[in-house]
Each structure stands twice: as C-alpha cells, then as structure tokens.
C-alpha cells in the first residue's frame, strides 16, 4: 500500500513537472518564488501563472504576477497562492476584471497597505480593457520611503506582465494602446483644424482612432476645450467626459482661455475636473496649449524629479536666492557681502558706510540693501 502512495505521488510530481517544462514564457524572478505546486486539483497551476522581471528602487522590490481566470473563487485562490510563495512581502496589490456570460464586468481591487494603489492598478486594466485577469503586484519595503514614484513602478510592473501574457489586445481600446508605443501624439480626428496642431513642432503626431483628443501615452491623455466653445456648447464637455468613462489613469483637461469673462466658467470647469478626476492646466494662448501637449509627451518615461525645481540646501545658496530679489543686487554682490561679513544677521547689522566699502556695492545698492531690511512685511493695513 505505501509503496503503491509512492508511486502515485512521483507519478504526479513528473506530470506536474512536464506541465512546466512544457510552457514557453515564465519569467521567474520574484525573489521568494518557490517551484512547488500543489496535487489539488482546485489549486492554480504555476504553468499559468506570468511573472514580471523584478524592479528594484533603493533597497524596495516590486514583481508582478497575472493569470487568466473566471471566477471570484479564482480569484481567491490565486491570491492565496501568491501570498503563500511571497510569504515575506511587505503588500501584495490585487486588481481584477471579470466578464461574465452577459457581457457585465465585475471589477474589484484591494491596497494590502499600499493606499490608493488598488485603484491606481484597476485603472490600469480598465484602461488597457483587459477581462478576465487578474494582477498582484507584490513589493518588499526597505527602510528607504519611496514617494509617488512608487506607483509608477507598480504600474510599470504590472504593464510588463500583461504583455508577457499576451493579456492585452481584445478589448476595444488595444488598438490605440498598441501605436502609443512609439514617440508620436495620437490625436482625434476631431481635433482637425485645430491650430494648436501647428504649435506641436518638437514632438511628432498623427490621427488615430482613439476617445480622448490627445493620447500622449500609455495611460495618459487630455481632452481639449476652448472657454469661447464652452460658452456657446455647454454640454460638449460632459458627452465627452461621459464617453471617455473611467479610462486613463492620468486624465487632463487642457482648456484654452480666449475669453475675457473667464473666471466663472473655470471655477465650474474647476469642480467637474475634482469630481471626475481630471487635472486641468489653463492656456492662454495656442502656442502655451501646444507646448503643454508636448512635454507632456516629451516627459511620458522621465521620473519626476526631471520637473522639480532643484533647491540647493547650503546657506551661501539661501543667502544668494533671498538677497537677489532685492533690486540690482546680483550673485557677486551677494558673495562678497557672505565673504566680508558671514551671515545675514551681521550683514542686517552692519552700518550704511561699511557696506559701501565693499567692491562693486555703491550708494544706489547699499540704500536698497537697508530700504528691504527696514520696510515692513506687508504695507497694506486693513
């Protein structure tokens, strides 16, 4: 009898096995991920199951898991299989997609502690119309904080295991998806005859079949409104917003002031983008409306500390950026007063004649120096 067991149980682990060594594309890299399976046949085989390469980022570890499904109980199961093989993740993101026979999607997503990346990764599948999938994004934390960026490395994780599996490609919005892969804008088609057209010069564009005005990258794109339009077609901009549902995880709304009464309108325009999570950014000519279109475009893979004003932390810098706004008073003034006396509150405290003994500091620029130390605050008293 036991010998019998035995070899029942090295028959399993050789079928198992040839499952395994049969499937083409696994790309096992999760750092705790074990090669065992289990017997049952209500477990998830590991021959369907996609892993993303791992992405490292100061100490932090994000790898990516997808397996087609049907059901919820599925669902659960997978989820209870990753969590068993990444037994020390720090959070195991999970969202999912589900068709059924009446073509009604049941959509779920769970943080696991990671707040708001749930969303972050359903919108993901929403945008890529993926169905019947679903995708855990798991991540060990290091000591180091990571900011935003951490979702884009979510987001970038999970993409990549979509593609492995071949997940992306039925869904109505595939087409559009697959052509945003090269560096060109994708613009509607009524968008023609828009003369922003003409001031997108430094990025390439061309029509394409797509809901938005603009697609300027894989989860990115901006619908275009002119304030003089709006006045007369109110109800453009909420046909569009209602077609547009809720794809794209980064949804601008570029709106082109050319009206002089515009207060109003962009406070209720204001409001409509808070409530469907819009970011609205507000031209004020055709030429500022093209250049956003194209950083936007030109910054689609740059992390975002590319666009962040770089703020120096030494005190000469400080110094140099508080006495420069005082008229005429430039950088080598500014070194020469921190060379001659070291410190702000000695340069405050030094008298009218001695600050105009140093080299290039004339009466003109001494007075205004002591005019910005000895005028108030604010000189409106209400």
């Not at 682990?13 to 395994?20: A, P």
């Not at 794209?248 to 808070?274: A, F, G, N, S």
Request: net charge neutral.
């Amino acid at each position: 009898m036991l010998i019998t067991v035995t070899l029942s149980y090295i028959r399993n682990l050789i079928g198992q096995f040839n499952k395994l060594e049969s499937y083409p594309i696994i790309n096992n890299t999760s750092p705790m991920f074990s090669n065992a399976t289990t017997g049952s046949a209500d477990s998830l085989s590991l021959s369907t199951v996609f892993h993303s390469s791992q992405l490292k980022d100061r100490k932090n570890i994000f790898v990516a898991h997808a397996k087609s499904l049907n059901t919820k109980q599925e669902v659960e199961i997978f989820k209870s299989t990753i969590k068993l093989e990444e037994k020390n993740a720090t959070h195991n993101v999970l969202a999912f997609r589900i068709e059924n026979l009446g073509g009604i999607i049941a959509e779920e997503s769970e943080d696991d502690g990671e707040k708001y990346a749930g969303e972050r990764l359903l919108n993901l599948l929403r945008t890529l119309d993926v169905k019947n999938v679903a995708v855990i994004v798991t991540r060990w934390c290091s000591d180091i904080v990571l900011d935003s960026i951490r979702f884009e490395h979510i987001l970038k994780c999970a993409r990549e295991v979509l593609d492995q599996g071949a997940f992306v490609g039925n869904g109505t919005l595939s087409s559009s998806v697959k052509r945003i892969s090269s560096n060109a804008i994708i613009v509607n088609s009524c968008q023609k005859g828009n003369p922003i057209l003409q001031c997108i010069r430094n990025v390439p564009w061309e029509y394409g079949e797509i809901v938005p005005d603009y697609l300027l990258g894989q989860t990115t794109c901006a619908l275009f409104l002119s304030l003089k339009y709006h006045r007369l077609h109110p109800e453009y901009i909420f046909n569009r917003i209602e077609k547009l549902a809720h794809h794209y995880l980064l949804r601008i709304m570029l709106i082109l002031v050319d009206v002089e009464i515009h207060q109003e309108p962009i406070r209720e325009l204001t409001k409509l983008c808070v409530l469907n999570n819009f970011t609205i950014i507000l031209a004020w000519s055709q030429e500022e409306a093209g250049r956003y279109l194209e950083t936007c475009k030109a910054f689609e893979h740059k992390s975002p500390d590319m666009i962040m004003e770089k703020v120096e932390d030494d005190y000469l810098a400080k110094l140099t950026h508080c006495m420069t706004q005082i008229k005429s008073i430039n950088k080598t003034d500014v070194i020469t007063l921190a060379s001659s006396f070291g410190s702000l509150k000695k340069i405050m405290s030094t008298s009218f004649e001695q600050l105009t003994l140093c080299p290039g500091l004339g009466h003109q620029k001494v007075k205004r120096i002591q005019e910005a130390f000895e005028q108030p605050f604010s000189t409106r008293f209400k």
